[in-house]
């Protein structure tokens, strides 16, 4: 008999929110400033997901102890914060939160982005009248998946237990954190996941469209 599910929780970006684009823009508009090779979508579609750091490493080849990263970074992050609010949620994705709504199922969001932003993304989509908790590191000390402390932050906010319980994400971070935090996984191949990294992951599902869920609702 098919699972059914009574907590969903979601990762954002990649998952609910198609954020690549904006950052694409972003990250072009501080490469061209910096007299550097612009870079193209799936550049930046495949490393999104890995947060900003990621993008600032790969495009400007450099690590994170450069003495130049954290500027790099932090001007990046300023970019981002002209657009970030033009993102739009993948198809379905509003259908499917609002069904979850209406039928008195609990649904969250956990994310490693940063607070100032997924706050007023919420706001944008209302999302913060309906989900039943929403974190982000700044809630837990600044720790970031695949370490279960977000979402082990977020499931305190429901009666419903650890098996009735299940994250949404599209990267390995997430389905770590779901394994640390003790609750089942579903993989979303729509999402930035590098293709050949999704043979290594043992998600406890996969799905390509958000829609799939119904089935374990």
């Keep these: 008999m098919q699972k059914k599910y009574k ?13 690549a684009p904006e950052f694409l823009t972003c990250l072009n508009t501080l490469l061209k400033k910096n007299k550097k090779q612009t870079v193209t979508y799936d550049f930046v579609r495949n490393r999104v997901s890995d947060g900003v750091g990621r993008l600032i490493q790969d495009s400007f080849t ?6 130049e990263f954290e500027g790099l970074r932090n001007d990046l992050l300023a970019e981002y914060k002209k657009n970030y609010l ?7 994705t509003d259908e499917f939160l609002y069904k979850l709504s209406k039928n008195k199922i609990d649904w969250m969001i956990v994310t490693n982005k940063p607070k100032k932003f997924f706050k007023e993304i919420c706001k944008k989509f209302d999302w913060h009248k309906h989900a039943t908790a929403m974190v982000s590191p700044e809630d837990v000390n600044g720790k970031r998946k695949p370490d279960p402390a977000s979402l082990n932050a977020a499931l305190e906010k429901t009666s419903m237990k650890k098996e009735q319980s299940i994250y949404i994400g599209d990267n390995w971070r997430d ?22 990294d999704v043979s290594l992951l043992r998600p406890t599902l996969k799905i390509n469209q958000i829609e799939d869920l119904i089935n374990f609702i």
């Design 7 to 19: 907590c969903f929780v979601f990762d954002l970006d990649g998952t609910l929110l198609d954020t």
């Design 62 to 67: 450099i690590d994170e102890n450069h003495s």
């Design 86 to 92: 033009l993102s739009k949620t993948f198809p379905g």
């Design 175 to 196: 389905v770590e954190a779901a394994n640390n935090s003790g609750i089942d996984s579903a993989l979303a191949l729509y999402g930035y996941i590098d293709k050949k």
